[in-house]
T-cell receptor, first 113, second 116 residues
Framework: SQQGEEDPQALSIQEGENATMNCSYKTSINNLQWYRQNSGRGLVHLILIRSNEREKHSGRLRVTLDTSKKSSSLLITASRAADTASYFCATDARGSTLGRLYFGRGTQLTVWP | SQTIHQWPATLVQPVGSPLSLECTVEGTSNPNLYWYRQAAGRGLQLLFYSVGIGQISSEVPQNLSASRPQDRQFILSSKKLLLSDSGFYLC???????????????FGQGTRLTVV
């Protein structure tokens, strides 16, 4: 299965601290994406990193990708209470043009004010 | 700009009743369309995807079916719901017409289905 697996399942931190979430996957990919989901809502795309990229930044987000280890990490710096949500990684199979994404179970992040 | 509409937001249905969830996309043409299901506290499971009108692929065998009667309309159906069909259903689209790769998916707000 392509499915990504996030680690940890739950993370609880104070505002201002950094939050790091990890994702591992099993097979070759076109890209790896991170999404955010507020409780009971749809998913919002955060960042996409291609298989030939190693690091990418977007605002307070930093994503790394290690294709040799089949793993990725999402770092949220200077976290805020509004960052509280579930975060999912999703993989897109190498060579596919179908856009099928395989999601992990997510990391529930709680940021305390 | 592109938008995706999914309805209803919540639905409570008895076992054995039919189901129809609708999803429409505006502001784009020839999108790839997807139905995902999310069980409580779990990740998303891809149920169906479609690369064009009338073209539906199923990822997992189940009690559900999907149809794409128009380019930007995707419908999830069941003739007889089971208790195990309860969950959070999400429709999504991506701009992958023409064989593009490396694009994100855009999700609707989801439908919470409870089968009782």
């Amino acid at each position: 299965s392509q499915q990504g697996e996030e680690d940890p399942q739950a993370l609880s931190i104070q505002e201002g601290e950094n939050a790091t979430m990890n994702c591992s996957y099993k097979t070759s990919i076109n890209n790896l994406q991170w999404y955010r989901q507020n409780s009971g809502r749809g998913l919002v795309h955060l960042i996409l990193i291609r298989s030939n990229e190693r690091e990418k930044h977007s605002g307070r987000l930093r994503v790394t990708l290690d294709t040799s280890k089949k793993s990725s990490s999402l770092l949220i710096t200077a976290s805020r209470a509004a960052d509280t949500a579930s975060y999912f990684c999703a993989t897109d199979a190498r060579g596919s043009t179908l856009g099928r994404l395989y999601f992990g179970r997510g990391t529930q992040l709680t940021v305390w004010p | 700009s592109q938008t995706i509409h999914q309805w209803p937001a919540t639905l409570v249905q008895p076992v054995g009743s039919p189901l129809s969830l609708e999803c429409t996309v505006e502001g784009t043409s020839n999108p790839n369309l997807y139905w995902y299901r999310q069980a409580a506290g779990r990740g998303l499971q891809l149920l169906f995807y479609s690369v064009g009108i009338g073209q539906i692929s199923s990822e997992v065998p189940q009690n559900l079916s999907a149809s794409r009667p128009q380019d930007r309309q995707f419908i999830l159906s069941s003739k007889k719901l089971l208790l195990s069909d309860s969950g959070f259903y999400l429709c999504a689209w991506s701009p992958l017409g023409g064989g593009k790769m490396n694009t994100e998916a855009f999700f609707g707000q989801g439908t919470r289905l409870t089968v009782v």
